[in-house]
Protein backbone atom coordinates (compact mmCIF):
# COMPACT_ATOMS: atom_id res chain seq x y z
CA UNK A 1 0.00 0.00 0.00
CA UNK A 2 1.08 3.72 -0.80
CA UNK A 3 2.07 5.80 2.19
CA UNK A 4 3.20 9.28 1.92
CA UNK A 5 3.24 9.64 6.00
CA UNK A 6 6.16 8.99 8.21
CA UNK A 7 6.44 7.07 10.80
CA UNK A 8 7.30 8.18 14.15
CA UNK A 9 10.70 7.25 14.13
CA UNK A 10 11.14 9.03 11.24
CA UNK A 11 9.80 12.02 12.89
CA UNK A 12 11.90 12.04 15.86
CA UNK A 13 14.97 11.34 13.59
CA UNK A 14 13.20 15.18 12.00
CA UNK A 15 12.99 16.51 15.25
CA UNK A 16 16.70 15.52 17.08
CA UNK A 17 18.44 16.81 13.81
CA UNK A 18 16.07 20.15 13.89
CA UNK A 19 17.48 20.83 17.48
CA UNK A 20 20.75 19.98 17.27
CA UNK A 21 21.49 21.70 13.96
CA UNK A 22 19.27 25.11 15.68
CA UNK A 23 21.76 24.93 18.65
CA UNK A 24 25.00 23.48 17.25
CA UNK A 25 25.16 24.39 13.66
CA UNK A 26 22.65 27.64 12.59
CA UNK A 27 24.85 29.56 15.23
CA UNK A 28 28.43 28.90 13.27
CA UNK A 29 27.63 27.67 9.85
CA UNK A 30 28.06 31.51 8.49
CA UNK A 31 31.38 31.92 10.26
CA UNK A 32 32.77 28.16 9.51
CA UNK A 33 31.29 29.24 5.47
CA UNK A 34 33.59 32.27 5.52
CA UNK A 35 36.35 30.82 7.14
CA UNK A 36 36.46 27.62 4.75
CA UNK A 37 36.50 26.22 8.45
CA UNK A 38 35.36 22.17 8.75
CA UNK A 39 34.20 22.34 12.01
CA UNK A 40 35.28 18.49 12.27
CA UNK A 41 34.46 18.10 16.61
CA UNK A 42 31.00 19.87 16.39
CA UNK A 43 29.72 18.07 13.04
CA UNK A 44 31.28 15.07 13.14
CA UNK A 45 30.73 14.64 16.73
CA UNK A 46 27.30 15.55 16.77
CA UNK A 47 26.57 13.31 14.02
CA UNK A 48 28.00 10.34 15.09
CA UNK A 49 26.31 11.11 18.33
CA UNK A 50 22.61 10.98 16.85
CA UNK A 51 23.82 7.86 15.06
CA UNK A 52 23.60 9.80 11.71
CA UNK A 53 26.97 8.59 10.12
CA UNK A 54 25.42 4.77 10.28
CA UNK A 55 22.13 5.44 9.67
CA UNK A 56 21.04 2.98 7.29
CA UNK A 57 23.50 0.33 8.70
CA UNK A 58 22.64 -2.61 10.30
CA UNK A 59 22.98 -2.67 14.19
CA UNK A 60 25.43 -5.62 13.92
CA UNK A 61 27.46 -3.76 12.04
CA UNK A 62 27.40 -0.58 14.51
CA UNK A 63 24.86 1.33 12.58
CA UNK A 64 21.50 2.77 13.62
CA UNK A 65 19.10 0.28 11.45
CA UNK A 66 17.06 2.39 9.86
CA UNK A 67 14.98 2.32 6.67
CA UNK A 68 16.50 4.09 3.53
CA UNK A 69 13.59 6.54 4.23
CA UNK A 70 15.60 7.63 7.23
CA UNK A 71 18.77 8.52 5.32
CA UNK A 72 16.67 10.90 2.81
CA UNK A 73 15.31 12.64 6.09
CA UNK A 74 18.75 12.92 7.53
CA UNK A 75 20.36 14.11 4.27
CA UNK A 76 16.95 16.83 3.65
CA UNK A 77 17.18 18.26 6.97
CA UNK A 78 21.23 18.59 6.96
CA UNK A 79 21.26 20.34 3.45
CA UNK A 80 18.55 22.54 5.25
CA UNK A 81 21.63 24.01 7.03
CA UNK A 82 24.30 23.60 5.09
CA UNK A 83 25.28 21.65 1.95
CA UNK A 84 28.67 20.54 3.53
CA UNK A 85 26.77 18.32 6.23
CA UNK A 86 24.82 16.33 3.67
CA UNK A 87 27.94 15.77 1.39
CA UNK A 88 29.31 13.66 4.40
CA UNK A 89 26.40 11.86 4.33
CA UNK A 90 26.33 11.35 0.40
CA UNK A 91 30.48 10.26 0.91
CA UNK A 92 30.28 8.50 4.22
CA UNK A 93 27.17 6.98 4.83
CA UNK A 94 25.60 6.64 1.31
CA UNK A 95 28.65 5.96 -1.46
CA UNK A 96 30.98 4.55 1.43
CA UNK A 97 28.89 2.86 3.83
CA UNK A 98 26.19 1.36 1.72
CA UNK A 99 28.73 -0.07 -0.47
CA UNK A 100 30.70 -1.56 1.87
CA UNK A 101 27.50 -3.38 3.63
CA UNK A 102 26.30 -4.93 -0.14
CA UNK A 103 29.78 -5.86 -1.57
CA UNK A 104 32.17 -5.97 1.44
CA UNK A 105 33.58 -9.27 2.98
CA UNK A 106 32.83 -10.21 6.69
CA UNK A 107 36.21 -9.49 7.50
CA UNK A 108 35.91 -5.80 6.06
CA UNK A 109 32.88 -5.27 7.54
CA UNK A 110 34.26 -6.05 10.87
CA UNK A 111 37.23 -3.79 10.30
CA UNK A 112 35.75 -1.06 8.51
CA UNK A 113 32.03 -0.73 8.30
CA UNK A 114 31.84 -1.02 12.16
CA UNK A 115 33.97 1.53 13.07
CA UNK A 116 32.57 4.03 9.81
CA UNK A 117 28.75 3.25 10.98
CA UNK A 118 29.85 3.89 14.80
CA UNK A 119 31.41 7.44 13.64
CA UNK A 120 34.94 6.62 14.75
CA UNK A 121 36.30 6.34 11.51
CA UNK A 122 35.38 8.61 8.77
CA UNK A 123 35.09 7.28 5.01
CA UNK A 124 35.17 8.88 1.53
CA UNK A 125 34.77 7.44 -2.51
CA UNK A 126 37.50 8.51 -4.98
CA UNK A 127 36.49 8.16 -8.51
CA UNK A 128 37.39 10.74 -10.15
CA UNK A 129 40.65 12.12 -11.61
CA UNK A 130 42.26 15.72 -13.01
CA UNK A 131 41.10 14.43 -16.45
CA UNK A 132 38.14 11.58 -15.83
CA UNK A 133 34.99 12.39 -14.23
CA UNK A 134 31.84 11.81 -15.98
CA UNK A 135 34.00 9.23 -17.90
CA UNK A 136 34.84 7.25 -15.67
CA UNK A 137 36.53 4.32 -17.60
CA UNK A 138 39.23 7.27 -18.25
CA UNK A 139 41.04 7.44 -15.07
CA UNK A 140 44.41 6.57 -15.03
CA UNK A 141 45.15 4.84 -11.27
CA UNK A 142 46.49 1.48 -11.26
CA UNK A 143 46.99 -1.42 -9.21
CA UNK A 144 49.11 -4.27 -10.08
CA UNK A 145 48.96 -7.34 -7.51
CA UNK A 146 52.05 -8.21 -6.22
CA UNK A 147 51.93 -11.63 -4.24
CA UNK A 148 49.46 -10.84 -1.56
CA UNK A 149 49.45 -7.20 -2.57
CA UNK A 150 47.83 -4.66 -4.93
CA UNK A 151 50.49 -1.62 -5.54
CA UNK A 152 48.35 1.44 -6.20
CA UNK A 153 49.27 4.30 -8.30
CA UNK A 154 47.97 7.95 -9.50
CA UNK A 155 45.60 10.42 -8.18
CA UNK A 156 42.16 11.64 -7.47
CA UNK A 157 40.78 14.80 -7.52
CA UNK A 158 37.73 16.86 -5.68
CA UNK A 159 37.53 14.52 -3.41
CA UNK A 160 34.95 15.39 -0.38
CA UNK A 161 36.58 14.91 2.97
CA UNK A 162 39.98 13.89 1.02
CA UNK A 163 42.06 15.50 4.27
CA UNK A 164 39.25 14.15 6.49
CA UNK A 165 38.54 10.51 5.99
CA UNK A 166 40.66 7.65 7.36
CA UNK A 167 39.63 5.26 4.61
CA UNK A 168 38.64 5.91 0.78
CA UNK A 169 37.12 3.51 -1.52
CA UNK A 170 39.40 3.83 -4.91
CA UNK A 171 38.72 2.71 -7.93
CA UNK A 172 41.70 1.79 -10.10
CA UNK A 173 42.67 -0.72 -13.18
CA UNK A 174 43.72 -4.08 -12.02
CA UNK A 175 43.72 -5.46 -15.96
CA UNK A 176 46.20 -3.11 -18.24
CA UNK A 177 45.32 -4.57 -21.35
CA UNK A 178 41.01 -3.67 -20.12
CA UNK A 179 42.84 -0.41 -19.38
CA UNK A 180 44.00 0.34 -22.70
CA UNK A 181 40.82 -0.89 -24.46
CA UNK A 182 38.65 1.04 -22.02
CA UNK A 183 36.58 -2.33 -20.86
CA UNK A 184 35.48 -1.85 -17.51
CA UNK A 185 35.69 -5.02 -16.25
CA UNK A 186 39.23 -4.44 -15.92
CA UNK A 187 38.97 -1.80 -12.93
CA UNK A 188 38.88 -2.92 -9.51
CA UNK A 189 37.68 -1.64 -5.80
CA UNK A 190 39.98 -1.38 -3.03
CA UNK A 191 40.00 0.08 0.85
CA UNK A 192 42.39 2.26 1.33
CA UNK A 193 43.66 3.30 4.86
CA UNK A 194 45.25 7.29 5.09
CA UNK A 195 47.88 5.47 7.23
CA UNK A 196 49.18 3.12 4.44
CA UNK A 197 52.65 4.40 3.25
CA UNK A 198 53.11 6.39 0.22
CA UNK A 199 49.21 7.52 0.34
CA UNK A 200 48.90 11.21 0.98
CA UNK A 201 46.25 14.62 0.69
CA UNK A 202 45.37 17.60 0.15
CA UNK A 203 43.05 20.35 0.40
CA UNK A 204 41.46 22.29 -2.40
CA UNK A 205 41.30 26.03 -1.56
CA UNK A 206 39.98 27.60 -4.39
CA UNK A 207 36.43 26.14 -4.49
CA UNK A 208 33.60 28.28 -4.13
CA UNK A 209 30.89 26.99 -2.65
CA UNK A 210 30.21 24.32 0.22
CA UNK A 211 33.48 25.97 1.96
CA UNK A 212 32.26 24.84 4.96
CA UNK A 213 32.93 20.87 3.47
CA UNK A 214 36.46 20.05 2.97
CA UNK A 215 37.48 18.55 -1.11
CA UNK A 216 40.53 17.78 -2.11
CA UNK A 217 43.32 15.84 -4.01
CA UNK A 218 44.39 12.16 -2.92
CA UNK A 219 47.98 11.26 -4.18
CA UNK A 220 48.71 7.00 -4.41
CA UNK A 221 52.17 6.72 -5.08
CA UNK A 222 53.30 3.16 -4.68
CA UNK A 223 50.67 2.75 -1.80
CA UNK A 224 51.22 -1.26 -0.82
CA UNK A 225 47.30 -2.73 -0.09
CA UNK A 226 46.34 -5.86 1.30
CA UNK A 227 44.76 -8.14 -1.61
CA UNK A 228 41.78 -8.61 1.70
CA UNK A 229 41.10 -4.95 0.95
CA UNK A 230 39.96 -6.09 -2.62
CA UNK A 231 36.18 -4.94 -2.46
CA UNK A 232 34.28 -7.55 -4.59
CA UNK A 233 36.08 -9.47 -7.32
CA UNK A 234 38.88 -8.34 -9.47
CA UNK A 235 36.61 -6.32 -12.33
CA UNK A 236 33.65 -5.62 -10.09
CA UNK A 237 35.08 -1.86 -9.40
CA UNK A 238 33.17 -0.28 -12.19
CA UNK A 239 30.14 -1.67 -11.17
CA UNK A 240 30.92 -1.05 -7.50
CA UNK A 241 31.26 2.49 -8.24
CA UNK A 242 28.06 2.83 -10.19
CA UNK A 243 26.66 0.89 -7.46
CA UNK A 244 27.77 3.24 -5.01
CA UNK A 245 26.23 6.30 -7.30
CA UNK A 246 23.06 4.57 -6.66
CA UNK A 247 23.28 5.43 -2.99
CA UNK A 248 25.28 8.43 -2.92
CA UNK A 249 22.83 10.19 -5.73
CA UNK A 250 19.64 9.19 -3.29
CA UNK A 251 21.13 11.47 -0.71
CA UNK A 252 22.01 14.52 -3.15
CA UNK A 253 18.20 14.30 -4.07
CA UNK A 254 17.51 14.40 -1.11
CA UNK A 255 19.57 17.15 0.01
CA UNK A 256 19.10 19.46 -2.62
CA UNK A 257 15.25 18.86 -1.83
CA UNK A 258 16.17 20.50 1.84
CA UNK A 259 18.02 23.16 0.06
CA UNK A 260 14.43 24.18 -1.84
CA UNK A 261 13.03 24.08 1.13
CA UNK A 262 15.41 26.39 3.06
CA UNK A 263 15.77 28.81 -0.02
CA UNK A 264 11.65 29.06 0.24
CA UNK A 265 11.40 29.81 4.19
CA UNK A 266 13.92 32.24 3.91
CA UNK A 267 12.35 34.20 0.97
CA UNK A 268 9.11 33.67 2.58
CA UNK A 269 10.12 35.71 5.58
CA UNK A 270 11.98 38.09 3.57
CA UNK A 271 9.33 38.42 1.60
CA UNK A 272 6.95 39.94 3.96
CA UNK A 273 9.63 41.79 5.90
CA UNK A 274 10.76 44.06 2.87
CA UNK A 275 8.46 46.71 1.40
CA UNK A 276 8.27 48.66 -1.66
CA UNK A 277 5.93 50.62 -3.26
CA UNK A 278 4.24 50.52 0.34
CA UNK A 279 3.63 47.03 0.08
CA UNK A 280 5.18 43.96 1.69
CA UNK A 281 7.06 42.53 -1.49
CA UNK A 282 5.32 39.24 -1.28
CA UNK A 283 2.65 41.10 -2.49
CA UNK A 284 3.38 41.57 -5.87
CA UNK A 285 2.46 39.07 -8.17
CA UNK A 286 6.34 37.78 -9.66
CA UNK A 287 7.27 37.52 -6.84
CA UNK A 288 4.56 35.55 -5.59
CA UNK A 289 5.58 33.09 -8.65
CA UNK A 290 8.89 32.56 -7.71
CA UNK A 291 7.67 31.36 -4.19
CA UNK A 292 4.93 29.42 -5.60
CA UNK A 293 7.74 27.39 -8.03
CA UNK A 294 10.01 27.19 -4.68
CA UNK A 295 6.56 24.62 -3.30
CA UNK A 296 6.69 23.47 -6.24
CA UNK A 297 9.45 22.30 -6.80
CA UNK A 298 10.32 21.39 -3.11
CA UNK A 299 6.91 19.19 -2.76
CA UNK A 300 7.95 17.19 -6.33
CA UNK A 301 11.49 16.67 -5.51
CA UNK A 302 10.61 15.30 -2.02
CA UNK A 303 8.21 12.55 -3.84
CA UNK A 304 10.82 11.51 -6.22
CA UNK A 305 13.16 11.07 -3.14
CA UNK A 306 10.51 9.42 -1.24
CA UNK A 307 9.89 7.08 -4.23
CA UNK A 308 13.43 6.26 -4.53
CA UNK A 309 13.94 5.77 -0.89
CA UNK A 310 10.66 3.06 -1.08
CA UNK A 311 12.19 0.96 -3.86
CA UNK A 312 15.27 0.49 -1.73
CA UNK A 313 13.13 -0.07 1.22
CA UNK A 314 11.76 -3.00 -0.92
CA UNK A 315 15.06 -4.03 -2.54
CA UNK A 316 14.11 -3.07 -5.54
CA UNK A 317 16.51 -1.67 -8.23
CA UNK A 318 16.34 2.10 -8.30
CA UNK A 319 19.05 3.20 -10.69
CA UNK A 320 16.42 5.15 -12.90
CA UNK A 321 14.73 6.87 -10.42
CA UNK A 322 17.56 7.30 -8.65
CA UNK A 323 18.70 9.24 -11.25
CA UNK A 324 15.70 11.51 -12.31
CA UNK A 325 15.07 12.50 -8.34
CA UNK A 326 18.75 13.89 -8.34
CA UNK A 327 18.38 15.36 -11.57
CA UNK A 328 15.06 16.83 -11.04
CA UNK A 329 15.87 17.92 -7.45
CA UNK A 330 19.70 19.69 -8.11
CA UNK A 331 18.60 21.75 -11.06
CA UNK A 332 15.57 23.04 -9.13
CA UNK A 333 17.36 23.80 -6.07
CA UNK A 334 19.70 25.70 -8.70
CA UNK A 335 16.29 27.36 -9.97
CA UNK A 336 15.13 28.20 -5.90
CA UNK A 337 18.69 29.35 -4.96
CA UNK A 338 18.72 31.97 -8.05
CA UNK A 339 15.15 33.18 -7.08
CA UNK A 340 16.14 33.50 -3.55
CA UNK A 341 18.56 35.40 -4.09
CA UNK A 342 16.59 37.56 -6.16
CA UNK A 343 13.70 38.16 -3.35
CA UNK A 344 16.37 39.30 -1.19
CA UNK A 345 17.64 41.63 -3.64
CA UNK A 346 21.00 43.39 -3.03
CA UNK A 347 20.57 41.69 0.63
CA UNK A 348 20.66 38.35 -1.66
CA UNK A 349 24.37 39.47 -2.93
CA UNK A 350 25.85 39.41 0.64
CA UNK A 351 26.80 36.89 3.40
CA UNK A 352 24.28 38.63 5.93
CA UNK A 353 21.70 36.83 4.49
CA UNK A 354 22.16 32.75 3.99
CA UNK A 355 20.81 32.91 0.74
CA UNK A 356 23.77 33.89 -1.21
CA UNK A 357 25.59 30.92 0.67
CA UNK A 358 22.20 28.18 -0.92
CA UNK A 359 23.16 29.94 -4.73
CA UNK A 360 27.39 29.20 -4.07
CA UNK A 361 26.53 25.90 -2.53
CA UNK A 362 23.72 24.77 -4.90
CA UNK A 363 25.86 24.31 -8.21
CA UNK A 364 28.28 21.48 -7.06
CA UNK A 365 25.42 18.91 -7.23
CA UNK A 366 24.45 19.69 -10.24
CA UNK A 367 28.12 18.64 -10.57
CA UNK A 368 28.75 15.56 -8.88
CA UNK A 369 27.68 12.21 -9.03
CA UNK A 370 26.40 12.90 -12.53
CA UNK A 371 26.51 16.16 -14.18
CA UNK A 372 22.94 17.32 -15.27
CA UNK A 373 23.66 16.43 -18.83
CA UNK A 374 24.64 12.76 -17.94
CA UNK A 375 21.11 12.33 -15.85
CA UNK A 376 19.42 13.92 -19.38
CA UNK A 377 21.03 11.27 -21.16
CA UNK A 378 20.62 8.51 -18.83
CA UNK A 379 16.73 9.29 -18.73
CA UNK A 380 16.34 9.54 -22.42
CA UNK A 381 18.34 6.37 -22.59
CA UNK A 382 16.20 4.31 -20.72
CA UNK A 383 12.96 6.10 -23.12
CA UNK A 384 14.64 5.10 -26.01
CA UNK A 385 15.84 1.36 -24.97
CA UNK A 386 18.99 2.08 -25.51
CA UNK A 387 19.82 1.68 -21.75
CA UNK A 388 18.46 -1.06 -18.82
CA UNK A 389 19.59 -2.45 -15.66
CA UNK A 390 20.95 -5.73 -15.49
CA UNK A 391 20.81 -7.22 -12.02
CA UNK A 392 24.11 -7.21 -10.04
CA UNK A 393 25.77 -9.69 -7.87
CA UNK A 394 25.06 -7.77 -4.67
CA UNK A 395 22.18 -6.11 -4.06
CA UNK A 396 21.00 -3.64 -1.39
CA UNK A 397 19.47 -4.91 1.14
CA UNK A 398 15.90 -4.84 1.88
CA UNK A 399 14.73 -3.36 5.04
CA UNK A 400 11.62 -2.87 7.12
CA UNK A 401 10.38 0.09 6.72
CA UNK A 402 11.14 2.17 10.05
CA UNK A 403 7.76 2.17 12.53
C1 LIG B 1 32.26 19.86 -4.56
C2 LIG B 1 32.58 18.58 -5.30
C3 LIG B 1 32.74 17.40 -4.60
C4 LIG B 1 33.07 16.22 -5.27
N1 LIG B 1 33.27 15.07 -4.54
C5 LIG B 1 33.67 13.92 -5.18
C6 LIG B 1 34.00 12.73 -4.44
O1 LIG B 1 33.87 12.69 -3.20
N2 LIG B 1 34.47 11.66 -5.11
C7 LIG B 1 34.62 11.63 -6.47
O2 LIG B 1 35.04 10.62 -6.99
N3 LIG B 1 34.32 12.76 -7.19
C8 LIG B 1 33.85 13.89 -6.58
N4 LIG B 1 33.58 15.03 -7.31
C9 LIG B 1 33.82 15.03 -8.75
C10 LIG B 1 32.54 14.97 -9.58
O3 LIG B 1 31.92 13.73 -9.45
C11 LIG B 1 32.92 15.31 -11.02
O4 LIG B 1 33.30 16.67 -11.03
C12 LIG B 1 31.76 15.08 -11.98
O5 LIG B 1 31.57 13.69 -12.18
C13 LIG B 1 31.99 15.75 -13.34
O6 LIG B 1 33.23 15.44 -13.85
P1 LIG B 1 34.23 16.58 -14.37
O7 LIG B 1 34.30 17.65 -13.35
O8 LIG B 1 35.48 15.91 -14.77
O9 LIG B 1 33.50 17.18 -15.63
P2 LIG B 1 33.60 16.59 -17.11
O10 LIG B 1 33.28 15.14 -17.09
O11 LIG B 1 34.87 17.00 -17.73
O12 LIG B 1 32.39 17.36 -17.83
C14 LIG B 1 32.52 18.72 -18.28
C15 LIG B 1 31.22 19.10 -18.97
O13 LIG B 1 31.02 18.26 -20.11
C16 LIG B 1 29.76 17.62 -20.00
N5 LIG B 1 29.84 16.26 -20.54
C17 LIG B 1 30.77 15.32 -20.27
N6 LIG B 1 30.51 14.20 -20.92
C18 LIG B 1 29.35 14.41 -21.61
C19 LIG B 1 28.54 13.62 -22.48
N7 LIG B 1 28.83 12.34 -22.75
N8 LIG B 1 27.45 14.20 -23.02
C20 LIG B 1 27.11 15.49 -22.73
N9 LIG B 1 27.82 16.27 -21.92
C21 LIG B 1 28.93 15.75 -21.37
C22 LIG B 1 29.45 17.60 -18.51
O14 LIG B 1 28.06 17.44 -18.27
C23 LIG B 1 30.00 18.93 -18.09
O15 LIG B 1 29.05 19.92 -18.39
C24 LIG B 1 33.21 16.23 -6.67
C25 LIG B 1 33.01 17.42 -7.38
C26 LIG B 1 32.69 18.58 -6.72
C27 LIG B 1 32.47 19.84 -7.50
Known amino acids: MLDFSLSDEHRLLEQSIREWGARDVAPYIRDNDRKHHFDRERILGGMARLG ?3 ISVPQEYGGAGMDYIAL ?9 LDTSLRVIMSVHAGLNCLTLLAWGTEAQKQKYLVPQAQGTKIA ?4 TEPAAGSDARGIQTTAIKKGDRYVLNGEKMWISLADVADHVLVFAWTDQAKKKDRDPSGM ?4 VERGFPGFSSGTLTQKWG ?7 FLKLDEVDVPAENLVGREGEGFKIAMFALDQGRFTVAAGATGLIRACRDASVTYAKQRKTFGVEIGSHQLVKEMIARMESDYQASRLLWLRSGWLKNAGRRNTRETSLAKWFATTASERAAGD ?12 EYPVGRFYRNCKGAVIYEGTREIHTIMQA ?7 EDRPSRCELPA ?4 Q
Not at 210 to 216: S, V, Y
Open 188 to 191: SAFI
Open 52 to 54: LLG
Open 210 to 216: ILAGNTG
Open 124 to 127: GYGL
Open 381 to 387: DYLLGYR
Open 340 to 351: AVEIHGANGYSD
Open 72 to 80: GIASEELEY
Open 399 to 402: VERA
